[in-house]
């Protein structure tokens, strides 16, 4: 079971490069953005491609209705440069997503602030 306390290497995204992400989409992940200032949690994602999730759908804005509100949330907000991505590799992404949320959820009483659900 992966818990919010097991996140322990996080990097800016305006420094994220190609090279610091796993290649492919042969695993899930776990991720979760933070401010950089006060480190807090502002989303929690699962995906089967981190690369393309970053950098297509979040930075390049490409994607539906939720990378179109993150990619509003990093860039109409100018948050890129405060926010932080770390992630865990997930043999049960949905899963281990929900049990996230649910951690975040009784540990701050409500859902990361970029999160809908």
């Known amino acids: 079971m992966i818990q919010l306390n097991d996140y322990q290497t996080w990097i800016l995204l305006s420094r994220l490069c190609l090279a610091d ?3 492919g989409q042969n695993n899930g992940f776990v ?3 933070r401010k ?6 502002v989303y929690i994602g699962e995906t ?8 297509r759908n979040y930075i390049g804005g490409v994607g539906g209705g939720t990378t179109e509100r993150i990619h509003a949330y990093l860039f109409d907000k100018d948050a890129f440069w405060n926010i ?3 992630w865990l ?3 049960n992404r949905k899963a281990d997503e929900v049990q996230l949320f649910e951690e975040h959820r009784l540990r701050y009483g409500r ?5 809908r659900r």
Do not use: H
């Open 31 to 33: 991720y979760m953005l």
């Open 48 to 55: 089967g491609n981190l690369r393309q999730r970053m950098f």
């Open 84 to 86: 932080e991505v770390a």
């Open 111 to 115: 859902l990361p602030r970029w999160s």
């Open 21 to 23: 992400l796993p290649a």
């Open 36 to 41: 950089s200032d006060d480190k807090e949690i």
């Open 89 to 91: 590799k997930s043999t």
